[in-house]
């Protein structure tokens, strides 16, 4: 059976990542450096997925006084923003593959698949979370939130990267997390498969309209080898996030 896809483009945060709880931390900290009261750092799992700008945007609102001017909040988030580099790049590191990220990745590599992550996060927060760990040797291609003029929901990060592969949109597959990662796949006229265990705020997976949810990554190399045909359906329902990688 041909391999249903030449090529996959994966969301990093709550794809290929669990990097919530860091991510929170270090807005907590950067916010709390502007003089206002503590975040809630579980809740802001619920607002991973815009980029990180925007991440710290909805957390200082939940936080910031009624009465804040417009110039007084931009200010304040812009300088939210500083601190957070220097939080996330010493609490980054902590951030973990999923369990059978690495399995997924090294298997799609030897199929011939080309493999590449295509996230809202600027370029400088990918590489941090990124470096020292095994994931840059298994990707091809980096579209990060600050590569093009526009980020996803727009067709332009996976229109890019079909143009960097040479695929055609229909070999192509995204691979994501939230209702974000599916309307950008749906824009660029690519199929997209969703696992429902990351960051798509309080909405269930099934809800977000993806071809199909998968409990697991694996699902995705198991079609790609061939052992599993790709219209295949293997999961249905909510799962929990599969266990890190040790």
Avoid at 139 to 164: N, Q, R
């Amino acid at each position: 059976m041909r391999r249903p896809f030449d090529a996959v483009l994966f969301d990093l945060d709550g794809t290929l990542l669990e990097t919530a709880p860091e991510i929170g931390a270090a807005v907590s900290l950067a916010i709390a450096e502007q003089g206002l009261p503590p975040v809630d750092i579980a809740a802001v799992r619920f607002f991973i997925g815009h980029g990180v700008r925007q991440t710290i945007a909805k957390a200082y609102d939940t936080v910031a006084p009624a009465g804040t001017t417009d110039a007084k909040r931009n200010a304040d988030i812009d300088a939210a923003l500083h601190c957070f580099e220097h939080h996330y790049a010493r609490l980054a590191p902590q951030s973990q593959p999923f369990a059978d990220t690495v399995s997924t990745l090294t298997r799609l590599r030897a199929l011939g698949v080309k493999c590449a992550i295509v996230s809202n996060k600027e370029t400088r927060f990918v590489e941090q979370l990124l470096a020292g760990g095994p994931l840059p040797g298994l990707i091809d291609l980096l579209v990060c939130g600050d590569t093009l003029p526009s980020k996803k929901p727009d067709a332009a990060p996976i229109l890019f990267a079909l143009e960097k592969f040479g695929t055609l949109p229909a070999q192509t597959l995204m691979v994501g997390d939230s209702s974000i990662d599916v309307a950008c796949a749906r824009n660029a006229g690519v199929p997209v498969w969703m696992v429902p265990y990351g960051y798509n705020g309080s909405e269930p997976a099934e809800h977000a309209g993806a071809d199909r949810v998968i409990l697991t990554l694996t699902e995705v190399a198991l079609a790609c080898s061939g052992t599993v045909p790709a219209s295949v359906t293997l999961a249905d329902g909510p799962a929990s996030a599969p266990h890190q990688a040790p």
